[in-house]
T-cell receptor
Framework: AQRVTQPEKLLSVFKGAPVELKCNYS??????LFWYVQYSRQRLQLLLR??SRESIKGFTADLNKGETSFHLKKPFAQEEDSAMYYC??????????????FGKGTKLSVIP | SQTIHQWPATLVQPVGSPLSLECTVE??????LYWYRQAAGRGLQLLFY??????ISSEVPQNLSASRPQDRQFILSSKKLLLSDSGFYLC????????????FGEGSRLTVL
């Protein structure tokens, strides 16, 4: 069975400092990984997916199959980055459907 | 464009009372539908998912059940609520041919007293 681990429940950084939210996964197949974000009083929404290899709001994440990691990074944190971040892994569950397994989430707090 | 609605947004119920949370999706057909529970420090727990009308898969044995009476309607129910059922419930959908991106509703906060 697949598993997603986010070791930090809470991460506090100063504005302008680099940010790295850690995510490790366990999956026997070829993984598809995502980062979801939930800002205060907003819906949980997709931030980025490893397949697209794009930068969203200054965030990037690289899939490292050797280390089974998908850490989320941003060189300079902004106050508006404060939110709850979830790492997720997509696994095929049969009958043409996929399931997302989420980590427990990391709350990022950017200190002005 | 596609939208997802779930209600009620908040609900306070006594122990032993029934529950019905409803979720509907618009602007798409044959979506995969999901119910998650979100708890602080415990992340998002998948409760049920459905790939079609009447097809429900349960991920966690519990006091809850789900039904999909129509293509774009997903209902979370309980006959008798427990204190431990309190939490924040999220409905989500994904395209039937998708590979994992989910679109979430705004959530329903349930408090069982």
């Amino acid at each position: 069975a697949q598993r997603v681990t986010q070791p930090e429940k809470l991460l506090s950084v100063f504005k302008g400092a680099p940010v790295e939210l850690k995510c490790n996964y366990s999956y026997s197949g070829s993984p598809e990984l995502f980062w979801y974000v939930q800002y205060s009083r907003q819906r949980l929404q997709l931030l980025l997916r490893h397949i697209s290899r794009e930068s969203i709001k200054g965030f990037t994440a690289d899939l490292n199959k050797g280390e089974t990691s998908f850490h989320l990074k941003k060189p300079f944190a902004q106050e508006e980055d404060s939110a709850m971040y979830y790492c997720a892994l997509s696994a095929y569950s049969g009958a043409g459907s996929y399931q997302l397994t989420f980590g427990k989430g990391t709350k990022l707090s950017v200190i002005p | 464009s596609q939208t997802i609605h779930q209600w009620p947004a908040t609900l306070v119920q006594p122990v032993g009372s029934p529950l019905s949370l409803e979720c509907t999706v618009e602007g798409t057909s044959n979506p995969n539908l999901y119910w998650y529970r979100q708890a602080a420090g415990r992340g998002l727990q998948l409760l049920f998912y459905s790939v079609g009308i009447g097809q429900i898969s349960s991920e966690v044995p519990q006091n809850l059940s789900a039904s999909r009476p129509q293509d774009r309607q997903f209902i979370l129910s309980s006959k008798k609520l427990l204190l431990s059922d309190s939490g924040f419930y999220l409905c989500a959908w994904s395209p039937g041919t998708g590979t994992g991106e989910l679109f979430f509703g705004e959530g329903s906060r349930l408090t069982v007293l």
